[in-house]
């Protein structure tokens, strides 16, 4: 599908060749507008005009806190033509990891959805950010908190630009990734990584002329950026986005949109497997789902209930939302498949020596090609040697592999936690929990979901002569925390268990039982995405 002998590096390039290219074709597609390959390289121009106008210019930072609208990959592109950067932050980050992540970038500027102002507003006066720019997609901005501006009047008519291309190596983005002992890292791509990253994943998804790719995953990841948007983009096609998953109607806005290919994470697969059979399972064009979590127990059934082929894949922000895919022509049921051709990959002991195969190890990866991996963690040089060690990006998962060269995702290595598609680290939900008054000392670890990947439980240790009901400390939770972070679960300890040196056991912890649980859900605390 792409252009016969064009390869594209940077992100500017593709914009603007592609519009000469494809014109009036539908390039993105949202739920109540779209733009053309023309109209994005147009208002992509517009907005660059605007951004350098107002002092912006190449190595800027500009945070979004933006939903799946069409202001955010026009910011995005409008950028990669200043040769700024783009710091998309998570919708659901609000109070000190807010604060955190955005003092860590150092913004030159801020763009924000509306219906996000109350969660930046509490911590807005720290950090000073100089410019900052409300997005209103819904309508006309109406009154605006002192020095903030409408996003739609930085847009500028005039002359066309002839800012040179971001070469390979310059950072495009910082994305922000779950740490397990500290802090989030924003880890800083380069324009050339989410490209060959798209064009591999592009060459094994079954694509034909009038494909139409479609995700309610939402634009901050790595995944609708470059499994979606990217992909559509380099082979000429269309990508169609939902501000959010709706399990009850997503093959109906899949079929509404006309769409062929679906990315799935595991969390939706299952809630999508258990919804109640209807007729509207196969009235849709769907005929490929990129997954990512399929259990083999599932696999066919849900082929054969909703008329499609799941090719089954790997990935991480830090090399490549996709890293591992099964090869189209040999599905391989029940593995996350091979390697992608710009990356090599090993199975690894603890001391990184190789182990043989249908060995359980750690995933470890290294590009074949410049640039076609993160840079390193924005500020945290040594993070990013550690993550490196032997020149290897460790990945902190368990995985095997077998003869021939498959391979089956087992476990985590590290303690981060998935849930419902989101990597959160226990330290971010110890620190909220760990300021209640009542709170002397807590743990936080993943337990196995019914829906897949894990939910969150906290372990709490009170100060002495203190109490705290498990009602409080879930509502706590909910004001102070993302909704994705708020415990599930809750058990109260008498005691933690620790190693010599003090660190939590936490693998003893998520092999407890016999402890008094409580159930947030059951005691009818709901958490929902804003």
Same mark, same amino acid.
């Given at each position: 599908?792409?252009?016969?002998?064009?390869?594209?590096?940077?992100?500017?390039?593709?914009?603007?060749?592609?519009?000469?290219?494809?014109?009036?074709?539908?390039?993105?597609?949202?739920?109540?507008?779209?733009?053309?390959?023309?109209?994005?390289?147009?208002?992509?121009?517009?907005?660059? %005009?605007?951004?350098?106008?107002?002092?912006?210019?190449?190595?800027?930072?500009?945070?979004?806190?933006?939903?799946?609208?069409?202001?955010?990959?026009?910011?995005?592109?409008?950028?990669?033509?200043?040769?700024?950067?783009?710091?998309?932050?998570?919708?659901?980050?609000?109070?000190?990891?807010?604060?955190?992540?955005?003092?860590?970038?150092?913004?030159?500027?801020?763009?924000?959805?509306?219906?996000?102002?109350?969660?930046?507003?509490?911590?807005?006066?720290?950090?000073?950010?100089?410019?900052?720019?409300?997005?209103?997609?819904?309508?006309?901005?109406?009154?605006?908190? @002192?020095?903030?501006?409408?996003?739609?009047?930085?847009?500028?008519?005039?002359?066309?630009?002839?800012?040179?291309?971001?070469?390979?190596?310059?950072?495009?983005?910082?994305?922000?990734?779950?740490?397990?002992?500290?802090?989030?890292?924003?880890?800083?791509?380069?324009?050339?990584?989410?490209?060959?990253?798209?064009?591999?994943?592009?060459?094994?998804?079954?694509?034909?002329?009038?494909?139409?790719?479609?995700?309610?995953?939402?634009?901050?990841?790595?995944?609708?950026?470059?499994?979606?948007?990217?992909?559509?983009?380099?082979?000429?096609?269309?990508?169609?986005?939902?501000?959010?998953?709706?399990? @009850?109607?997503?093959?109906?806005?899949?079929?509404?949109?006309?769409?062929?290919?679906?990315?799935?994470?595991?969390?939706?697969?299952?809630?999508?497997?258990?919804?109640?059979?209807?007729?509207?399972?196969?009235?849709?064009?769907?005929?490929?789902?990129?997954?990512?979590?399929?259990?083999?127990?599932?696999?066919?059934?849900?082929?054969?209930?909703?008329?499609?082929?799941?090719?089954?894949?790997?990935?991480?922000?830090?090399?490549?939302?996709?890293?591992?895919?099964?090869?189209?022509?040999?599905?391989?049921?029940?593995?996350?498949?091979?390697?992608?051709?710009?990356?090599?990959?090993?199975?690894?002991?603890?001391?990184?020596?190789?182990?043989?195969?249908?060995?359980?190890?750690?995933?470890?990866? %290294?590009?074949?090609?410049?640039?076609?991996?993160?840079?390193?963690?924005?500020?945290?040089?040594?993070?990013?040697?550690?993550?490196?060690?032997?020149?290897?990006?460790?990945?902190?998962?368990?995985?095997?592999?077998?003869?021939?060269?498959?391979?089956?995702?087992? !476990?985590?290595?590290?303690?981060?936690?998935?849930? %419902?598609?989101?990597?959160?680290?226990? &330290?971010?939900?110890?620190?909220?929990?760990?300021?209640?008054?009542?709170?002397?000392?807590?743990?936080?670890?993943?337990?196995? @979901?019914?829906?897949?990947?894990? !939910?969150?439980?906290?372990?709490?240790?009170?100060?002495?002569?203190?109490?705290?009901?498990?009602?409080?400390?879930?509502?706590?939770?909910?004001?102070?925390?993302?909704?994705?972070?708020?415990?599930? &679960?809750?058990?109260?300890?008498?005691?933690?268990?620790?190693?010599?040196?003090?660190?939590?056991?936490?693998?003893?912890?998520?092999? %407890?039982?016999?402890?008094?649980?409580?159930?947030?859900?059951?005691?009818?605390?709901?958490?929902?995405?804003?």
């Amino acid at each position: 599908m792409l252009d016969a002998g064009e390869e594209y590096h940077d992100l500017a390039t593709l914009v603007r060749r592609k519009a000469v290219k494809n014109g009036d074709r539908v390039a993105l597609r949202f739920a109540s507008s779209s733009l053309t390959y023309r109209q994005l390289d147009r208002e992509t121009d517009r907005l660059a %005009r605007g951004l350098a106008a107002a002092g912006l210019g190449p190595g800027d930072r500009v945070a979004a806190l933006l939903f799946n609208t069409p202001e955010f990959p026009v910011l995005w592109f409008a950028l990669a033509k200043l040769r700024a950067v783009l710091v998309p932050l998570n919708t659901g980050l609000k109070g000190d990891i807010l604060r955190y992540e955005l003092a860590d970038c150092g913004p030159a500027a801020l763009v924000i959805d509306r219906r996000l102002w109350d969660a930046y507003a509490p911590i807005r006066e720290g950090l000073a950010i100089p410019r900052e720019w409300v997005a209103d997609p819904e309508g006309p901005p109406g009154a605006l908190p @002192s020095g903030a501006r409408p996003f739609a009047d930085v847009a500028r008519d005039g002359p066309a630009r002839d800012d040179p291309a971001p070469a390979p190596h310059e950072p495009a983005e910082i994305l922000y990734t779950s740490g397990t002992t500290g802090p989030p890292k924003g880890a800083v791509i380069p324009h050339e990584k989410p490209l060959v990253t798209a064009r591999e994943i592009g060459l094994r998804s079954r694509l034909d002329p009038g494909s139409i790719l479609f995700t309610a995953l939402p634009l901050f990841h790595c995944n609708a950026q470059e499994m979606t948007t990217l992909v559509a983009l380099l082979n000429d096609l269309t990508a169609a986005f939902d501000e959010r998953f709706h399990a @009850s109607t997503f093959w109906e806005s899949a079929a509404r949109v006309e769409a062929t290919h679906v990315s799935l994470l595991i969390a939706m697969i299952n809630v999508l497997y258990k919804q109640p059979a209807k007729a509207t399972d196969r009235a849709h064009r769907v005929r490929t789902a990129l997954t990512a979590g399929t259990t083999r127990a599932i696999w066919a059934d849900f082929e054969q209930r909703f008329g499609l082929t799941i090719l089954e894949l790997y990935g991480m922000t830090e090399c490549g939302c996709t890293t591992l895919m099964n090869p189209p022509d040999r599905v391989r049921v029940g593995s996350v498949g091979t390697p992608l051709g710009f990356v090599e990959a090993e199975v690894v002991d603890d001391e990184d020596r190789p182990v043989p195969t249908g060995v359980r190890g750690e995933l470890v990866v %290294r590009p074949r090609a410049p640039f076609t991996m993160f840079l390193g963690y924005l500020g945290k040089p040594e993070k990013t040697v550690e993550a490196w060690r032997n020149l290897w990006f460790h990945t902190g998962d368990y995985v095997t592999r077998d003869a021939d060269g498959y391979y089956y995702f087992v !476990d985590r290595k590290k303690d981060v936690i998935r849930r %419902r598609g989101e990597n959160l680290a226990p &330290y971010d939900v110890e620190t909220v929990l760990n300021r209640h008054p009542a709170v002397f000392e807590s743990v936080v670890v993943g337990v196995p @979901s019914p829906l897949g990947e894990e !939910d969150v439980k906290a372990f709490v240790l009170l100060r002495p002569g203190a109490s705290a009901t498990p009602r409080e400390l879930f509502e706590y939770c909910v004001a102070e925390l993302p909704f994705f972070m708020v415990p599930r &679960y809750l058990e109260f300890l008498d005691e933690i268990p620790k190693t010599a040196n003090q660190k939590a056991q936490r693998y003893l912890l998520r092999q %407890r039982t016999g402890g008094t649980q409580y159930d947030r859900e059951a005691l009818g605390i709901a958490v929902r995405p804003r």
